[in-house]
């Protein structure tokens, strides 16, 4: 089947044609995925995406094609990846985010943090406690203290930790941090 046929009929809602361009490109796709730090898996997901995105602008009769099909499928799964790969960098950077304590003398410098935040109001507490101590999730974070969502936890967790900084450099030198 000629590609141009394969185009009118997905427009048309055909699936089969759909099932067929999914095995037509399968490899191709994953491979594009795979050989940029994605697993099988994330690639299969990837790929699904893509041919959902492809359907729909073809279905709803707006999807102009002025490449080959694998051009227009290939760009969708580099833009859906590329989006991927970016929110775990930002998933990534935010468990790096941690208060790092030296080694020698933790225990002196965790009680000097421990009275600093003792000194917060209940929510900022909850929130530092719960992230840096407990280790919970934006998520979990979120649904403990009844905020509407992550995004909000993390703001507060981002202000909460600037005013322990603050808290912090304002009561103590760094002689009380360092030998």
Same mark, same amino acid.
């Given at each position: ?7 009118? !009929?997905?427009?048309?809602?055909? #699936? @089969?044609?759909?099932?067929? +361009?999914? $095995? ?6 994953? %491979? ?56 775990? !960098?930002?998933?990534?950077?935010? #468990? @790096?985010?941690?208060?790092? +304590?030296? $080694? ?6 965790? %009680? ?56 912090? !450099? ?10």
């Amino acid at each position: 089947m000629k590609e141009n046929e394969i185009f009118d !009929k997905i427009c048309k809602g055909d #699936e @089969k044609a759909l099932e067929l +361009l999914y $095995q037509k490109y399968y490899r191709m796709m994953t %491979k594009m995925v795979i050989s940029n730090s994605g697993t099988e898996q994330e690639a299969k997901d990837i790929y699904q995406d893509a041919l959902v995105v492809f359907w729909q602008k073809a279905v709803s009769g707006n999807l102009v094609l002025t490449s080959k099909i694998s051009t227009y499928i290939y760009s969708i799964c580099q833009n859906l990846w590329r989006k991927e790969l970016e929110r775990k !960098k930002r998933l990534s950077s935010e #468990e @790096k985010d941690s208060i790092e +304590l030296p $080694q020698h003398d933790k225990e002196e410098r965790a %009680k000097l943090i421990n009275l600093c935040i003792s000194q917060m109001g209940d929510t900022c507490k909850k929130v530092l406690m719960y992230y840096y101590f407990d280790g919970l999730s934006m998520q979990d974070i979120a649904d403990k203290l009844g905020f509407a969502n992550t995004n909000t936890a993390k703001t507060k967790k981002y202000k909460c930790k600037q005013k322990l900084d603050e808290l912090v !450099k304002s009561q103590y030198s760094e002689h009380d941090f360092l030998d």
